[in-house]
């Protein structure tokens, strides 16, 4: 069960990277100019939610050992 978890959080992971790789791309920039506006608030949001998400599953694995 340990090693499902485990992979739950490798993908959360990956999508945080992922999420990140592509906000910052330099295509994703050219094509909207006002991409850039406020996105310091749209950035901690979206990594806040993967923050939550993963402490969530460490918690549920935690609980699960018991």
């Not at 910052?24 to 901690?44: A, M």
Request: no cysteine.
């Amino acid at each position: 069960m340990e090693w499902l978890l485990a992979i739950v959080v490798v993908v959360m992971v990956a999508g945080l990277a992922a999420t990140l790789i592509i906000g910052q791309s330099k295509s994703n920039k050219e094509t909207d100019p006002r991409y850039t506006q406020n996105t310091g608030k749209k950035w901690l949001r979206l990594g806040g939610i993967y923050v939550v998400g993963i402490i969530a599953v460490a918690v549920i694995a935690i609980a699960l050992n018991d």
